[in-house]
């Protein structure tokens, strides 16, 4: 099933190779033919394969030839490689640092912003999203990065209370995962946050908009919450079982 997709995305986050994982898997997101049911990738095919490597066709950065900015001509040319039809169904415009982008240089976007070929999708990502107009602002979704290096703490853990979240896990099986690696409140605060972006990507992703709208909603709520009683020195332990507890009301109603 095709997620359906904004016409443009700001991804606000310090740049560096955690950014660039992250822009990446969205593109591939977008771009593989295919995705799961929940719109990810399947990350093995060869368009998921050339999107890692920076060669598949419909997918292309924005060109700085300035020193410290990008030039009009920069955006010129993005604009006319946008107006081109995509091989697949996407044509998916990456501006990097997008900082970087003058006044003039973002008005020069704002058309291709508002009515963009059909199917593109233009990703600007920057580590200070107030360097841009509201006028640009107000045309793209805004996704936040979270800026934790969850690859060195406890992923596989997350990965797998993850997929105990979204599966329909006994409660006892949660516990147990819960006791065993969530100990610190630096561990909870960090599944937190993958499980809030996730939420948040299916939220704007189009994926729950129809249906489940207000049941994400009210589950970023209470992740939101959680971490509020952490903070207010709950046992991490747990706060985590009780939203999980929660989330089992949510999704009985
Ligand atoms: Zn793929």
Redo the contacts with the bound molecule.
């Keep these: 099933m095709a997620r359906e997709y904004a016409h443009a995305y700001i991804i606000e986050g310090r740049s560096g190779e955690e950014r660039d994982a992250y822009i990446k898997n969205f593109a ?1 997101d977008i771009i ?3 995705t799961d049911l929940s719109g990810n ?5 060869p ?2 394969i050339r999107v890692s490597s920076g060669t598949h066709e419909d997918l292309f950065f924005m060109n700085q030839s300035g020193k410290e900015t990008y030039k009009t001509s920069d955006a010129a040319a993005m604009i006319e490689r946008l107006g081109m039809r995509p091989y697949g169904e996407h044509n998916v415009g990456i501006i990097d640092n997008a900082e970087r982008l003058s006044e003039i240089v973002q008005n020069k976007l704002l058309k291709t912003l508002e009515e963009p070929y059909p199917g593109t999708v233009i990703i600007l990502a920057t580590d200070n999203k107030e360097s841009l107009l509201p006028t640009v602002k107000s045309r793209c979704v805004e996704l936040r990065m979270h800026e934790q290096t969850i690859d060195t703490v406890n992923s596989d853990s997350i990965d797998l209370l993850m997929k105990e979240w979204f599966g329909n896990t006994y409660f006892f099986k949660i516990r147990e995962v819960i006791r065993k690696n969530f100990k610190s409140n630096e561990e909870a605060f960090k599944f937190l946050d993958v499980l809030e972006r996730d939420l948040h990507e299916t939220l704007i992703g189009g994926e729950g908009l129809n249906k489940n709208a207000g049941n994400i909603i009210q589950m970023i709520d209470q992740i939101e919450e959680t971490r509020i009683n952490i903070k207010r020195g709950m046992n991490p332990e747990y706060a985590l079982n009780s939203l999980f507890l929660n989330r089992n009301n949510i999704n009985k109603r």
């Design positions: 591939k593989c033919p295919n990738a399947c990350g093995n095919c368009a998921c």
